[in-house]
């Protein structure tokens, strides 16, 4: 029997595996964080820097520091009581949803968890343990897409008020010809570099959770 159950959990492992980079992308931190780091470089103009794979590795690890007390909880529920074989699989399956419900239920609108409720065709919920875990996904990817739009926007704003004075002064003395991105970029470096912009924006992302 036991190296049998051994092999199941084996065989969940590495389906579990498998499906790291999508529950990476819709049942964590990720998103919003990756999302607000391309606003960033979109508002300063730098297409190329800091490279793709620069941004998902920041992406990566701040979102294991915001989801470390929740993927915590998830050892302590779930896996220690499996691999002392104090549970079954399908109970370490149960418990180690609730921590992770528990995030998402915070970062969750109710307009988006209504949403998706009213399309599932199913009776109000009354408690969130009466919410399904399919219905509860959709509405924290979309209320994480809206909060990473309105951070990217208070972001990109202090780049579009320089790149509009830059445009307003290459107009006012007829240096039409001369591209305004030329101007405004090393402004906008500066700007971001003074104000320490780096700290300023880990610090709200991270906050942002709370």
């Not at 964590?28 to 990756?34: D, H, S």
């Not at 793709?52 to 470390?68: D, E, K, S, W, Y």
């Not at 180690?96 to 998706?116: S, Y």
């Not at 570099?193 to 709370?210: A, H, P, Q, R």
Request: hydrophobic share 55%; net charge positive; charged share 15%.
């Amino acid at each position: 029997m036991r190296p049998g159950a051994d092999a199941v959990q084996l065989l969940l492992l590495v389906g579990a595996v498998t499906l790291v980079p999508a529950l990476l992308f819709t049942v964590t931190a990720f998103t919003r964080i990756l999302i607000v780091l391309g606003f960033i470089r979109t508002g300063l103009g730098t297409p190329t820097a800091p490279p793709n794979q620069v941004l998902v590795g920041i992406a990566l690890f701040l979102t294991l520091f915001v989801m470390a007390p929740t993927f915590a909880a998830v050892k302590k529920e779930a896996i220690d009581p499996l691999q002392a074989k104090a549970i079954t699989e399908g109970q370490a399956f149960d418990r180690g949803q609730k921590p992770i419900r528990e995030f998402m239920f915070k970062q969750t609108r109710e307009k988006d968890l209504a949403l998706f409720v009213k399309l599932a065709k199913m009776d109000r919920p009354r408690t969130r343990a009466d919410v399904p875990t399919h219905v509860l996904i959709p509405a924290f990817i979309i209320s994480e897409l809206k909060t990473a739009f309105q951070i990217g926007f208070l972001i990109f704003l202090p780049f579009l008020v320089i790149d509009l004075v830059v445009s307003s002064t290459l107009m006012s003395m007829g240096m039409i010809m001369l591209p305004p991105i030329f101007i405004s970029l090393p402004f906008k470096i500066l700007l971001f570099v003074l104000v320490d912009g780096w700290n300023l924006v880990t610090k709200s992302l991270v906050e942002s959770f709370g």
